[in-house]
């Protein structure tokens, strides 16, 4: 029976895609320490979601989507490995790099692309072809990937769902002390 209380992962995927996005606009505009931290905020969230997505979302859509499946997943994932390799530039350049801004603008507009392709290709197929009680269930199941997910990019890693299992628990432990080092 759906529980129409409780969101689906698509619901989560579109509301993560969003607070994305949003953090993309303030980054723009924000100065200083608040920039610093509104990155840190990005960066975090994208981690953690693109290894949920990789562990959970891609492998049901492969087997959702049927036929084209394997085209329209492996093309997120090389997506994915790119931003993932961006983003851990941009976070060695640091935000008051003078390329900095220009770098991110290029990545904002990458990664939104990235997420209207998800919206438009995967997120529908993933709602005509899988169980909505399914659906709500993965929900569950993609927020308990995302603690356990690494909170930095670590492109060497790989986009596998394998490799987000074997590799994201134990790394995850180290980034979760870098950001407690930090915060604290």
Known sequence: MTQPQHKDVVDVLLEQHQ???????RIATAEGKQKQELFYDLVRLLAVHESAEEQIV???ARRAIGED???VVDA???????????LSDLYDLGVDHPDFGARLAAFAHDV?????????EEFPRL????????LYR?????EAAEQIAPTRPHPAAGESAAANLLLG??????????????SG
């Open 169 to 182: 628990p134990p790394v995850a432990v180290f980034d979760r002390i870098r950001d407690a080092l930090r």
């Open 58 to 60: 891609h492998p049901e």
């Open 127 to 134: 709602r005509e072809r899988v169980d909505p009680d399914k």
């Open 76 to 86: 997120r994932l090389q997506e994915e490995a790119r931003a993932k390799r961006v």
């Open 19 to 25: 607070q994305i996005k949003s953090l993309f606009d």
């Open 69 to 71: 499946g394997e085209r």
């Open 112 to 120: 939104v692309e990235h997420a209207t392709h998800e919206e438009q």
């Open 138 to 142: 993965l929900a569950s199941v993609f």
